[in-house]
């Protein structure tokens, strides 16, 4: 069994010492544990060695969050490219181990269809991830629509990770008990999740889909709550003008990881919910440490059948990548 890492993650020096000089706190909760800051900036063996530890074969990596989606956006448009090329750099040292997806300067989103086209036609990369705001704004704005209309013409996939909420959304629900568990309730443990499922909704309802029809979008961490919700967030339908029910959409143009939750109980929601066909693996790392083949445990021990385990394990990302456009 063949098992890919879609949500794998890295940074770079140069990207680290661009947040610390835009906002000290961009760079705190990505690099405030020790040892997640120094796997982030591992893209040699001991970052191959956890893979093997996880059993994981091949790690989609991607640039973690906030990316340089906070950052002035002239230095953002300046470092997509360096950032990129030492992605591929890593990629090429460690072929059939690592892949990866494009980090882009969505402040300026003309900048960022540019560097996604190259990623994918030069580097040979599968696709890009974006957080789930840029600047403060909503990545369901066409302004940034370039982005999306570039990534179906490339027939290449989009992650939408989390970001911190935007100020006002912290400052309001995030904030009051102190230290770490506001950064947290902010964060992994809730905040950054509702934001990003609220972002994958309010891109359905702006009618992106609509629009680019063959886009297809990555959502971690089980749909980022909202593929729970379904069921309710149907009452939408009765009330916008888009050509299908908002449910529907979920089946045919969003994927789902479990982004590092490792449970069957949400695997099972998931598969009643949007299907086999619909879902892919990612472990989070190095925020979340797989360990002594757990990666591989997860998806082999799932009650589910084998041709379910395949197509979740490694089918339907072969099958999805084998599509993008590439010239």
């Known amino acids: 069994m063949r098992l890919y890492g879609l949500e794998e993650h890295f940074a770079t020096a140069d990207v680290v010492a661009a947040w610390r000089r835009h906002d000290p706190a961009l760079a705190a909760p990505m690099m405030s544990r020790a040892v997640a800051s120094t796997a982030l900036l591992d893209l040699g063996e001991d970052r191959v060695a956890a893979m093997d530890d996880a059993g994981i074969d091949t790690a989609v990596l991607s640039l973690t969050t906030p990316g340089l989606q906070d950052l002035d956006p002239a230095e953002a448009v300046a470092l997509q490219r360096p950032t990129n090329d030492v992605l591929a750099d890593a990629v090429g040292r460690y072929p059939g181990r690592f892949r990866g997806f494009a980090a882009l300067a969505t402040s300026t989103p003309s900048a960022a269809a540019d560097e996604l086209r190259r990623a994918v036609a030069d580097l040979g990369f599968d696709g890009a991830l974006v957080n789930a705001n840029s600047r403060g704004q909503a ?189």
């Not at 979008?217 to 379904?230: A, D």
């Not at 789902?256 to 449970?263: K, L, N, Q, V, Y």
């Open 139 to 327: 990545l369901d704005e066409p302004r940034f629509w370039d982005i999306f209309e570039a990534a179906e013409d490339l027939r290449a996939p989009v992650y939408l990770h989390p970001s911190v909420p935007v100020q006002a959304v912290t400052g309001a629900y995030y904030r009051r008990f102190g230290g770490p568990v506001d950064e947290l309730l902010a964060t992994g443990t809730f905040g950054w999740h509702y934001d990003a499922g609220l972002t994958a909704l309010r891109l359905i309802v702006a009618g992106v889909f609509d629009r680019f029809p063959g886009l297809q979008l990555i959502l971690g961490h089980w749909g980022e709550v909202v593929l729970f919700y379904l069921d309710r967030v149907a009452a939408l339908d009765a009330v916008t003008t888009l050509e299908r029910p908002i449910a529907e959409y979920f089946r045919t143009n969003v994927f789902i990881t479990p982004g590092g939750i490792a449970s069957h109980r949400y695997l099972r929601w998931s598969l009643e919910t949007v299907g086999a066909d619909r879902i892919m693996y990612a472990s989070d790392h190095p925020f979340n440490r797989e360990h002594s083949g757990s990666a591989r445990r997860f998806v082999a021990t799932a009650p589910i059948s084998d041709a379910d385990r395949a197509r979740i394990a490694h089918e339907n990302w072969e099958n999805l990548i084998a599509g993008i456009r590439r010239q």
